[in-house]
């Protein structure tokens, strides 16, 4: 993590290839990562592969029509090999997104597209392992997709009150300050 988005990174920013084992390819809100997906998972079916891809979003990306798109096709071409997850965590380069450009109800919107939807709490790690349990042996033959309500920060008081934590980088002391706050939640 030490190397996100820095030069020869393993972890390069938005729109890079991506030098990290089982990682095909790194997008931001650039609206390309499902269509990526989607042709990723048609080709698997072609081979009749039984692999699946996993294709993580965030609510920023919503707003990009190109996503939309996919997801219309990954229905229409009933990708049961696909599972997307978005991560709803209100943040984006301009601001919150439920201003910017709400994309709400998600979850209901991807069941209309004709997905299999499921609604998580995204720090619940049960949960998670449920939902992912059940979207890969969901029975019929549709794409499905895992929503995630997060918070940036999460368990870290002073970051999660910060207006913008897209983009932002954390200073050395805000770090030993953060481990501090996460060593007393481990202790107790």
């Known amino acids: 993590m030490d190397t996100y988005g820095g030069d020869d990174s393993r972890l390069p920013m938005s729109g890079m290839a991506s030098y990290t084992p089982g990682m095909e390819i790194s997008g931001g809100s650039l609206g390309q990562g499902l269509t990526i997906a989607v042709g990723s998972c048609l080709g ?31 229905a229409h071409w ?14 984006q380069a301009d601001g919150p997104s439920s201003q ?19 609604r998580v709490d995204g720090h619940d790690i049960g949960a998670l392992v449920a939902a992912f349990d059940r979207a890969r042996t969901h029975p019929e ?6 929503v995630c309500d997060t918070l940036m920060g999460k368990g870290i008081p002073f970051l999660e009150a910060r207006d913008k934590n897209h983009f932002i980088r954390v200073d050395a002391d805000e770090w030993d300050k953060a481990i501090a706050i996460l060593d007393r939640e481990t202790a107790s």
């Open 78 to 91: 009933r990708l049961d090999n696909l599972i997307a997850v978005v991560d709803m965590n209100n943040q």
């Open 100 to 118: 910017v450009l709400s994309s709400e109800p998600v979850d209901e919107k991807f069941r209309a597209f004709g997905w299999y939807a499921e």
């Open 44 to 74: 698997l079916k072609r081979k009749s592969s039984k692999s699946f891809v996993y294709n993580l979003l965030s609510d920023g990306e919503l707003g990009e029509g190109s996503t939309w798109e996919a997801a219309l096709g990954a």
């Open 141 to 146: 033959p549709k794409p499905r997709v895992i």
